[in-house]
T-cell receptor, first 110, second 110 residues
């Protein structure tokens, strides 16, 4: 079966750091993605991990542990515009299907 | 840079009618995906095509069908529409795993 779990909502303060966790149990694995989605808009790509470890990209970093079925997205120096849903997604072994988690709604407050 | 183009952006249909959504992937992208996203929900994978051949299938109802044409554009056909089909339908394309999403087609079934 396919199961991707993320917290439903998180709140953080402007300028702070927030970590959004994702655990997954999937029948196959060929990479984990994080996408940002503002309400009513298309998801936009943030990061991609296929090997264990940390990938850093500006204010965003993503970590993967394949043995634990675990990833996190780290957002630093939070800005109000970072208020959005953050979707964890796993690509299956064949590479033609990417399954999304339910997303974490992040609220950034002043 | 060219993005994924979807049409129409908005569509209103009555129950039991038929709707067709179109998607034009980014040039040279070899894989096209269709996702359905209900209000407050994560994108649900429907179907994907690799080089014009169906490559994977998700939770696509039998009332729906899709195909990819020789010019790589794809169409999602939905028949016998139900109220529950009201959603945002995203098309995405990829060449190396990362999905690039179109802006979506919002279908409302009355």
């Amino acid at each position: 079966g396919q199961n991707i779990d993320q917290p439903t909502e998180m709140t953080a303060t402007e300028g702070a750091i927030v970590q959004i966790n994702c655990t997954y149990q999937t029948s196959g694995f060929n990479g984990l993605f994080w996408y940002q989605q503002h309400a009513g808009e298309a998801p936009t790509f943030l990061s991609y991990n296929v090997l264990d470890g940390l990938e850093e990209k500006g204010r965003f970093s993503s970590f993967l542990s394949r043995s634990k079925g675990y990833s996190y997205l780290l957002l630093k120096e939070l800005q109000m515009k970072d208020s959005a849903s953050y979707l964890c997604a796993v690509r299956d072994t064949g590479g033609f299907k990417t399954i999304f988690g339910a997303g974490t709604r992040l609220f950034v407050k002043a | 840079a060219a993005g994924v183009i979807q049409s129409p952006r908005h569509l209103i249909k009555e129950k039991r009618e038929t709707a067709t959504l179109k998607c034009y992937p980014i040039p040279r992208h070899d894989t096209v995906y269709w996702y359905q996203q209900g209000p407050g929900q994560d994108p649900q994978f429907l179907i994907s095509f690799y080089e014009k051949m169906q490559s994977d299938k998700g939770s696509i109802p039998d009332r729906f069908s899709a195909q990819q044409f020789s010019d790589y554009h794809s169409e999602l056909n939905m028949s016998s529409l139900e109220l529950g089909d009201s959603a945002l339908y995203f098309c995405a394309s990829s060449i190396s795993g990362e999905l690039f999403f179109g802006e979506g087609s919002r279908l409302t079934v009355l």
